[in-house]
């Protein structure tokens, strides 16, 4: 059993529900009335420009020169020539405004429709005849007739229907009328006098008790304070007696007493035990939801790449079996190690596994995301990828020979900056490489569905192949966007210092675009033509610290020796390949991205004929420096130590490729 306190507490709930429903249609029903002329404008109508409340919105007539005007669904004007209240019902009696004159002759454009009001009667419907009709029905309007044509209007119980005219004959219009027409008669004397539409007031229990209670609440109390309190309390007893005499309403608030005690018995224990419960769980939850957050991301973009063509999921436990148990190790590096694996115990593979201290979870879906779906001969091939809690691996193609920067780069230097040990990669073999990359870079550009800017191009990640076909690899770094892209946003500059574009350091020197790698790949095309590091400090000389700059300023003095100016120091020993390189990577390493050519030029520039390539400008670490100038420069761009992905190949003799 409910509560005493319960038990008390349901009447009063349920009669302040109550008066507040009774008080809204006391809001709606007892409005002080509007006028206009003689006629009384009260609920359920409105007066346009009423205030909102103020009777029904959709029963809203109009004032036009103190006359009361009700335009219908077809917006036809009417005239509001009476207004009938009663207790059940309210009629209307209606008049088209074009009858107002009793000289007009015209008729409503549409006949008369109302989505507000019922119309039961007669109606006069007008007919145009080329020829004469020889009907009873059929009365000749004569005002409306002409030389060509006669106007019939035909009065009966429905409006006129289009089945019934005669073959000469067209419907015009009809217009609500209340007598039949009789001989002699004049049809707009008849519709003048209007006729009759009704507002059916369909009341609730809830209004029939508020009337009754206002009733009897009009003969009691006084003027005094006391007195008003004493008679709301009155009335609201009133009303609530007088609805629950109603036997629907009194079962549902017999069910609603036990329903109500439950329910603040329910609400007490929801206070003072659930709501602590809730707080914590949810402090828990959210600790939790943080911790998962990385994981969570990369689990929910693989399981969108298993919706599509995508490389192979492993198993950690096939990882393992793959690289027994991790035997062979080719190299290391800050995301982690790569080893030495077979699939299906044949085919050789690298096995990148991710766990270092700059792996971040975003690197692993770039990788997945960009090498999963391409398929290039100068572009690394991902086969398949792990994902197991924590542990992540890739699996990519093998590279026998490793990465490039194992045959460019040389500690010792000759006065040339070239190498002075023996070379091991022919002229012509670097310059299918140089030629390689840059359709790689070329491809990511232009040749996919979306823009994928590479932002990590350097000598490290270009790997070789068995016949030394170079492929672009690691992209950890890289971003995609759509094609028609002109301005790439980013956070925070990405990269290896020495191959980093000058926007990507300060938005002065211009916008980050794809030119961000067209500049990376200069400096990387610099280093193969020279066949070392773009920065020296062991170099013989100071000039030839940084490669760029000198070999700038021997091409400049070539191209003025061969234009028979007189010029020093020229160094002849330049072949044609190390000068093609050159020019080419100057192109691209200039300091305004504008400058620079896309890939598609460069690779062009390099499968073109060295004539056709223009000297490029100055660029700007090639004008006069102070020396504090000239060690920063020196500084920005030296090199960070790393270490190769896919291992090497033991053939030392590759002079002759």
């Not at 509007?34 to 909102?52: A, E, K, Q």
């Not at 990148?352 to 999963?372: A, C, M, P, R, W």
């Not at 192109?587 to 504008?594: A, D, E, G, P, R």
């Amino acid at each position: 059993m409910a509560s005493l306190s319960t038990l008390l507490s349901v009447p009063l709930v349920v009669l302040l529900l109550l008066l507040c429903h009774a008080s809204l249609l006391l809001g709606k029903s007892h409005r002080p009335p509007s006028s206009c002329g003689d006629i009384d404008i009260r609920y359920p109508f409105r007066l346009c420009g009423d205030p909102d409340g103020c009777g029904n919105d959709s029963s809203e007539l109009g004032c036009e020169g103190n006359r009361t005007v009700y335009s219908d669904s077809h917006s036809e004007k009417y005239l509001v020539t009476e207004i009938s209240y009663t207790t059940h019902a309210t009629t209307l009696r209606l008049m088209y405004s074009g009858f107002l004159s009793n000289t007009n002759c015209l008729l409503p454009n549409h006949s008369f429709k109302s989505n507000t009001f019922y119309r039961y009667g007669l109606w006069a419907s007008f007919i145009d005849c080329s020829q004469k009709v020889e009907s009873q029905e059929y009365v000749a309007v004569p005002c409306l007739s002409g030389s060509s044509s006669t106007t019939y209007v035909v009065v009966n119980r429905y409006s006129y229907q289009l089945s019934y005219l005669q073959n000469s004959c067209s419907f015009l219009t009809s217009v609500p009328v209340e007598n039949l027409l009789s001989p002699g008669d004049d049809i707009f004397k008849l519709l003048r006098k209007g006729f009759v539409v009704e507002w059916q007031l369909k009341r609730s229990v809830l209004e029939e008790c508020w009337e009754d209670s206002k009733y009897a609440l009009a003969n009691l109390g006084g003027l005094s304070l006391l007195y008003k309190i004493v008679d709301v309390i009155f009335f609201g007893f009133l009303f609530l007696s007088c609805a629950c005499n109603n036997q629907a309403l009194a079962d549902v608030l017999g069910i609603l007493d036990p329903i109500l005690g439950y329910l603040i018995l329910a609400s007490l224990v929801a206070r003072l035990i659930l709501a602590p419960l809730c707080a914590y769980g949810f402090l828990l939850l959210n600790c939790w939801r943080r911790s998962r957050a990385p994981e969570d991301a990369v689990e929910k973009f693989l399981r969108n790449q298993q919706q599509s063509l995508s490389p192979t999921r492993y198993a950690y436990s096939d990882i393992v079996a793959m690289t027994g148990h991790f035997r062979e190790r080719l190299g290391q590096g800050g995301f982690g190690a790569v080893f030495k694996g077979h699939i299906m115990g044949t085919y050789p593979v690298a096995v990148k596994l991710l766990g270092g201290s700059n792996f971040h979870g975003q690197d692993f879906i770039n990788e997945v995301d960009t090498i999963g779906r391409i398929h290039h001969l100068n572009v690394v091939r991902l086969l398949g990828f792990c994902s197991e809690g924590s542990k992540r691996a890739l699996v990519y193609e093998f590279m026998p020979n490793g990465s490039l920067d194992r045959y460019i780069f040389s500690s010792k230097s000759n006065r040339n900056g070239a190498c002075s040990s023996r070379r091991r990669l022919s002229s012509r073999k670097l310059n299918e490489i140089a030629l390689g990359v840059a359709r790689g870079i070329n491809y990511l550009h232009t040749g996919c569905h979306m823009q994928i800017l590479h932002f990590d191009i350097k000598p490290h990640n270009v790997l070789l192949d068995h016949n030394f076909t170079p492929k672009v690899s690691d992209f950890g770094l890289a971003k995609l966007c759509p094609k028609d892209c002109s301005l790439v946003s980013m956070s925070a500059a990405r990269g290896t210092i020495g191959y980093i574009a000058p926007e990507l350091i300060s938005r002065s020197f211009g916008i980050i675009s794809y030119k961000s790698d067209v500049y990376s790949f200069g400096m990387l095309l610099l280093e193969i033509a020279g066949r070392r590091r773009n920065v020296d400090h062991k170099a013989e000389n100071s000039s030839q610290i940084y490669y760029p700059s000198w070999i700038y300023v021997q091409l400049v003095q070539l191209q003025d020796f061969r234009a028979g100016a007189e010029a020093d120091d020229i160094n002849l020993e330049i072949d044609e390949i190390e000068r093609k390189l050159s020019m080419v990577g100057l192109w691209c390493i200039q300091i305004k991205s504008c400058d620079r050519p896309s890939m598609s030029e460069v690779v062009e520039m390099l499968e073109g004929d060295i004539n056709n390539i223009h000297m490029p400008p100055k660029p700007f670490f090639s004008s006069g420096q102070s020396q504090s100038q000239s060690n920063l420069v020196k500084l920005s761009y030296a090199q960070s130590s790393s270490v190769g992905l896919h291992g090497i190949s033991e053939n030392d003799d590759l002079s002759e490729l």
